[in-house]
């Protein structure tokens, strides 16, 4: 047996941390009962491993997971030096670490699979607070202009009938989602993700088959970072969006990695966060407007207008909007991927909708959520949304009867959706009410309707 040589990447990080034997040691017991292990790791263990000593796997995982806690960005065990068997031992994610803008594909799978583990196992916080608005420009800033796409000088049989059955899936999934939510979906995705899809690109070796895959499996990750946001699992999602854009950007697959940046503006623009939602969808943008998409880039123009409405930008939104509607009309040959097919003129209507209620525009409110669900084939979860949004309108241009009605008949629509968003905006509402008419009767029918679905306690936190 070999001399052990003191761990002086160990030793660094814990003096940045001002972590002391004890300290760390008490975090990695405690890092270790929420996972449902057991450490007995003491300041005596601490000392051994500033001595050389070689912890075990799953136990360099939560020294590293406790020092990214206290440093504010993620060390990996291999940083600290641990290194013996590292490639079998799961990974850990750390609510609070920042999220950052994988270096590389394989990275970006990683993370994809402890992001994965962790939303399956609970161990990811729901609260929106959990979003992380710091990385946002090193997001942008790394995906516009960090590394390329894989090398494509190998190629393997099978890839484009495995990245066709991913794609088919999805497709699936994603009609499902649209008609029952993204907490009705979330736990298939996930079960879908980690069995079938994780191995094959663990397994492929890198060439241009495997680009396929690999957008493949960006498309996978981008409805399960939306089913996550749908069912108000904040940290999830955001992770799932980022990591699907750094497999994106390896793939070249420039519209998709366009459509991760609009959701991520989507999220941001949900939480509050209206200036970062701008960038998110000017950036996606930028990378697309070249491009015969005109499906895609209608919707790029719709979410920077939405977080201009938000901003209480009038003309922007405005503009904006008007891009998206030439946008979509363009005649021509077109590039737009299957995956967009959904997004069109009614859609359009709809985040029309959502942009006038939030400038306060009652009558256009009214006018463009009337088009956004007038055909019968409208998916129950748009509807849900838009027949809400429709509501507002109409309590805000004086007339509360109709807004009323509005909201009940949309609550009786939603039926099984389960949505936390959806949720949301029936609070909003609610409580718009509640403000302009706190001793009217019918505010007073319209919370007692309502407090079933808001107060759901059968319903896990996450989608209440």
Same mark, same amino acid.
């Given at each position: 047996?070999?001399? =052990?040589?003191?761990?002086?990447?160990?030793?660094? $990080?814990?003096?940045?941390?001002?972590?002391?034997?004890?300290?760390? $040691?008490?975090?990695?017991?405690?890092?270790?009962?929420?996972?449902?292990?057991?450490?007995?790791?003491?300041?005596?263990?601490?000392?051994?491993?500033?001595?050389?000593?070689?912890?075990?796997?799953?136990?360099?995982?939560?020294?590293?997971?406790?020092?990214?806690?206290?440093?504010?960005?993620?060390?990996?065990?291999?940083?600290?030096?641990?290194?013996?068997?590292?490639?079998?031992?799961?990974?850990?994610?750390?609510?609070?670490?920042?999220?950052?803008?994988?270096?590389?594909?394989? $990275?970006?799978?990683?993370?994809?699979?402890?992001?994965?583990?962790?939303?399956?196992?609970?161990?990811?916080?729901?609260?929106?607070?959990?979003?992380?608005?710091?990385?946002?420009?090193?997001?942008?800033?790394?995906?516009?202009?960090?590394?390329?796409?894989?090398?494509?000088?190998?190629?393997?049989?099978?890839?484009?009938?495995?990245?066709?059955?991913?794609?088919?899936?999805?497709?699936?999934?994603?009609?499902?989602?649209?008609?029952?939510?993204?907490?009705? =979906?979330?736990?298939?995705?996930?079960?879908?993700?980690?069995?079938?899809?994780?191995?094959?690109?663990?397994?492929?070796?890198?060439?241009?088959?495997?680009?396929?895959?690999?957008?493949?499996?960006?498309?996978?990750? +981008?409805?399960?970072?939306?089913?996550?946001?749908?069912?108000?699992?904040?940290?999830?999602?955001?992770?799932?969006?980022?990591?699907?854009?750094?497999?994106?950007?390896?793939?070249?697959?420039?519209?998709?990695?366009?459509?991760?940046?609009?959701?991520?503006?989507?999220?941001?623009?949900?939480?509050?966060?209206?200036?970062?939602?701008?960038?998110?969808?000017?950036?996606?943008?930028?990378?697309?407007?070249?491009?015969? #998409?005109?499906?895609?880039?209608?919707?790029?123009?719709?979410?920077?207008?939405?977080?201009?409405?938000?901003?209480?930008?009038?003309?922007?939104?405005?503009?904006?909007? $008007?891009?998206?509607?030439?946008?979509?009309?363009?005649?021509?040959?077109?590039?737009?991927?299957?995956?967009?097919?959904?997004?069109?003129?009614?859609?359009?209507?709809?985040?029309?909708?959502?942009?006038?209620?939030?400038?306060?525009?009652?009558?256009?409110?009214?006018?463009?959520?009337?088009?956004?669900?007038?055909?019968?084939?409208?998916?129950?979860?748009?509807?849900?949304?838009?027949?809400?949004?429709?509501?507002?309108?109409?309590?805000?241009?004086?007339?509360?009867?109709?807004?009323?009605?509005? #909201?009940?008949?949309?609550?009786?629509?939603?039926?099984?959706? +389960?949505?936390?968003?959806?949720?949301?905006?029936?609070?909003?509402?609610?409580?718009?009410?509640?403000?302009?008419?706190?001793?009217?009767?019918?505010?007073?029918?319209? =919370?007692?309707?309502?407090?079933?679905?808001?107060?759901?306690?059968?319903?896990?936190?996450?989608?209440?």
């Amino acid at each position: 047996m070999g001399k =052990t040589v003191p761990n002086d990447a160990l030793a660094r $990080a814990m003096a940045e941390a001002r972590m002391s034997n004890t300290g760390l $040691a008490r975090r990695v017991r405690t890092l270790a009962e929420a996972a449902g292990s057991h450490s007995s790791a003491d300041h005596v263990a601490v000392k051994r491993w500033l001595d050389g000593t070689q912890p075990k796997p799953e136990t360099a995982r939560f020294i590293a997971a406790g020092l990214s806690e206290k440093l504010g960005r993620t060390v990996t065990p291999a940083g600290l030096g641990f290194t013996a068997e590292m490639v079998s031992a799961p990974h850990l994610v750390v609510t609070g670490a920042p999220v950052t803008y994988p270096d590389d594909a394989p $990275a970006a799978t990683s993370e994809l699979a402890a992001v994965a583990d962790a939303d399956a196992n609970g161990a990811l916080s729901p609260e929106a607070g959990a979003w992380d608005r710091l990385a946002v420009p090193s997001i942008i800033t790394g995906y516009l202009f960090g590394g390329g796409s894989e090398p494509g000088s190998v190629t393997e049989a099978g890839a484009p009938l495995d990245a066709e059955a991913i794609r088919l899936t999805t497709a699936r999934l994603m009609d499902l989602d649209f008609q029952l939510g993204g907490g009705h =979906t979330r736990e298939l995705l996930l079960f879908y993700f980690r069995s079938q899809v994780l191995p094959l690109l663990r397994a492929l070796p890198r060439g241009p088959q495997r680009r396929d895959v690999l957008s493949a499996t960006a498309e996978l990750a +981008q409805l399960l970072g939306w089913t996550a946001y749908d069912s108000g699992r904040h940290a999830a999602a955001q992770r799932y969006l980022v990591y699907g854009l750094r497999l994106a950007k390896d793939a070249d697959d420039v519209l998709l990695g366009a459509r991760l940046l609009s959701n991520l503006s989507h999220q941001a623009n949900y939480l509050g966060h209206f200036k970062d939602a701008v960038q998110l969808a000017r950036a996606a943008i930028s990378t697309s407007e070249r491009i015969p #998409a005109p499906a895609t880039l209608a919707l790029l123009h719709a979410m920077e207008a939405r977080a201009l409405a938000s901003l209480a930008d009038e003309q922007g939104a405005a503009r904006a909007l $008007a891009r998206a509607e030439a946008s979509l009309q363009q005649d021509g040959a077109s590039h737009d991927p299957a995956w967009i097919s959904y997004f069109d003129a009614a859609e359009l209507a709809g985040e029309a909708a959502h942009c006038f209620r939030d400038l306060g525009k009652s009558e256009e409110t009214r006018q463009f959520a009337g088009l956004a669900v007038a055909a019968p084939e409208t998916p129950p979860r748009t509807r849900a949304f838009i027949n809400m949004v429709s509501a507002s309108g109409a309590l805000r241009g004086g007339s509360l009867d109709e807004a009323v009605e509005i #909201a009940r008949q949309a609550v009786e629509l939603a039926g099984p959706l +389960q949505s936390s968003r959806y949720r949301r905006y029936v609070a909003d509402f609610v409580s718009e009410v509640v403000a302009a008419h706190p001793r009217d009767a019918r505010t007073v029918e319209l =919370t007692v309707f309502t407090d079933p679905l808001l107060h759901d306690t059968g319903r896990p936190a996450s989608e209440r």
